[in-house]
């Protein structure tokens, strides 16, 4: 038999006139074709062996339940570099494209990794003038393996308009595989439906500062994204990479050729690794404003960590583009930031650890520390930008008055540092709760402002605890609902709202030096109702309820003493307000100072119940 084997579509097309169309033998022909007809979705779906047969090679052609639509897919292994497969006779497709799709799915092992193959495509019709047609080709070279992958083909018009030229039923397709693998090769989802093209979404831009920050999500196709182009005002300016920051949902693109007070309008297009355009986005459209806080003077200071000298500069530059646009949502005009800033590196030692991946404070207000033991594990430090806008955002912040909830100094940050890489945090876990702060406080932060229709929300709240106003009553003044109530309408689980754990001497349960580490003990002290005091009670269930302080929990240990961790609803975390006592859920042992002790400092233990004042405390209101 003779290979029609990668014959570089050197078929030339049989003329028309030769067929003498309508002819007896003809009519014959197709009236056995029509007999022996498949259903059209089951070849172009692969659904089974019978709707396709090995037309050469030695291949061996099954079902697999491993698809991606239908019920099955073709699968076909030991191939020799070589197989083709040929489709029954079925109808033509009722609508065609731009575009021929198909879905395959490459076998892991590649015994060639410069070389995966290639796939050509043909479509025979003789009523309609096809004989054998070449579609197109697509390398398999660069896929990835072991998940399905969609290969296009340009659909010839001369193909198309024959397909289109009324019923037919003597269509039959061509599958030939050129391959170096014996493994198996998955054949799904022949498709000659209009194809849409699918566009970016979620363009947004913010002004300020020395440039306009687009960021937009990063494309999601069955094409490869190599960059994308930024179109603005019709005119392509620059590309953005497609590679993503760390805790980062979107790409960005930083335009700092700007004018004060212009209008712009802009677009983004991805472009596969083929060459093949997606749609262009939604226009959004922007007036630049050099207005409030200006690009900051930053240093960057590398000394005790040269090798992450780098990886500073480019957080910089993220600083550099962020901090103006931050300072202007959260601060101006209220107030208006340093607008000089230091970067430092933090090495490690036997004495000095690193506090996180960075931070704001020991006295140096202006000063953002970042680790270098962070900086050289991070994998893709040139595009890790969240640490920097999260923790210069401290530096808008620098809170010195009245009550600073750790809350709302690590939920603004957060919200920040997600602003912009933009990165979509999740509906919070029923154990949490408005202390948790980060991303539980943003998400909180966030979805006020858009239930109670509050654009300024993080603004203002910002503004107050910079002047030292701060209260949890604000949010009631704010939006008419206590910040229990809020928390209880967002999630559905009904928590109480934050205060003191008092006993009948008047002493209130205390975080002993503010340590939040696992393990720190909880004592008894003064009232003063600040955060180190602030407890929260919830989720309530059958009548119990973990107890929440600075976005952890109390239990008890294996000796009984009350100690600070994180929220896992062991039943040594679980307390229950009962008979003006707060008793342990896994041990069913009350609440107490040791010894019944009211001086300050003395720690929390649990113990028997007895019913005494030493075991009496207010219970924490809805």
């Not at 080709?137 to 296009?152: D, I, M, N, W």
């Amino acid at each position: 038999m003779i290979s029609r084997r990668w014959t570089l579509f050197s078929i030339a097309l049989v003329p028309l006139a030769a067929c003498s169309m309508g002819t007896e033998n003809d009519s014959n022909d197709l009236a056995v074709a029509s007999q022996s007809l498949t259903a059209s979705g089951s070849v172009l779906g692969f659904e089974s062996t019978s709707a396709w047969a090995l037309n050469a090679g030695t291949a061996t052609v099954a079902t697999s339940t491993d698809h991606v639509e239908g019920s099955v897919s073709l699968a076909v292994s030991n191939i020799n570099n070589y197989a083709s497969l040929r489709s029954d006779a079925t109808s033509a497709p009722t609508s065609v494209g731009s575009e021929v799709t198909l879905q395959i799915k490459l076998p892991i092992a590649q015994p060639n990794p410069s070389w995966y193959g290639q796939v050509q495509l043909f479509v025979d019709s003789p009523s309609r003038g096809l004989y054998s047609q070449p579609i197109g080709q697509a390398a398999l070279t660069g896929l990835p393996v072991g998940t399905f992958r969609t290969l296009h083909f340009a659909i010839p018009t001369s193909i198309k308009t024959a397909l289109l030229s009324g019923t037919v039923s003597d269509v039959h397709y061509e599958v030939h595989l050129n391959v170096p693998s014996k493994g198996v090769y998955l054949l799904d989802g022949l498709s000659f439906g209009a194809v849409d093209v699918p566009a970016p979404l979620g363009l947004k831009a913010y002004t300020g500062g020395g440039d306009i920050a687009l960021l937009w999500k990063a494309m999601s196709w069955s094409r490869i994204t190599v960059r994308y182009n930024v179109i603005r005002n019709g005119t392509n300016i620059g590309t953005a990479l497609p590679t993503l920051a760390r805790f980062s949902g979107a790409i960005e693109f930083a335009d700092p050729n700007v004018v004060n007070g212009q209008t712009y309008s802009y677009q983004v297009q991805a472009v596969a690794d083929d060459g093949s355009l997606s749609g262009l986005s939604s226009p959004i459209s922007i007036t630049h404003s050099t207005a409030g806080v200006p690009v900051p003077t930053v240093t960057v200071d590398s000394s005790v960590a040269p090798d992450i000298a780098t990886y500073l500069n480019l957080g910089k530059a993220a600083i550099q583009t962020w901090y103006p646009k931050i300072a202007n949502m959260i601060a101006y005009p209220d107030y208006v930031p340093s607008s000089v800033l230091t970067i430092r590196a933090f090495a490690e030692d036997t004495t000095h650890t690193c506090a996180g991946a960075g931070w704001v404070g020991d006295g140096e207000p202006t000063v953002l520390k970042i680790c270098a033991t962070w900086a050289r594990g991070v994998g893709v430090p040139e595009n890790d930008q969240s640490v920097f806008v999260h923790e210069s955002t401290h530096i808008i912040q620098t809170y010195t008055l009245g009550e600073q909830p750790g809350a709302v100094v690590e939920g603004i940050a957060s919200w920040a540092g997600d602003l912009g890489t933009g990165y979509e945090q999740s509906l919070p876990p029923a154990t949490a709760t408005f202390l948790d702060g980060y991303g539980t406080a943003e998400y909180f932060f966030n979805w006020i402002s858009r239930t109670y229709a509050k654009p300024n929300f993080v603004h203002d709240l910002n503004v107050l605890t910079k002047l030292g106003n701060y209260s949890d009553d604000w949010y009631r003044v704010y939006t008419g609902r206590t910040i229990a109530q809020l928390w209880t309408e967002m999630t559905g689980v009904s928590i109480s709202m934050p205060g003191p754990l008092k006993n009948a001497a008047g002493k209130c349960a205390d975080l002993t030096l503010y340590r939040t580490d696992n393990g720190t003990p909880i004592e008894i002290l003064g009232c003063y109702a600040t955060g180190a005091q602030k407890f929260v009670y919830g989720p309530i269930a059958n009548g119990v309820a973990l107890l929440h302080l600075v976005g952890k929990c109390i239990g008890t240990d294996a000796s009984g003493a009350v100690v600070l961790s994180d929220c896992t609803s062991a039943t040594t975390q679980l307390w229950q307000f009962r008979n003006g006592a707060v008793v342990n859920a896994g041990t069913n042992q009350c609440l107490q100072a040791t010894g019944g002790s009211n001086t300050d400092g003395t720690p929390l233990v649990t113990t028997t119940c007895d019913g005494s004042s030493a075991q009496s405390w207010a219970p924490l209101q809805n």
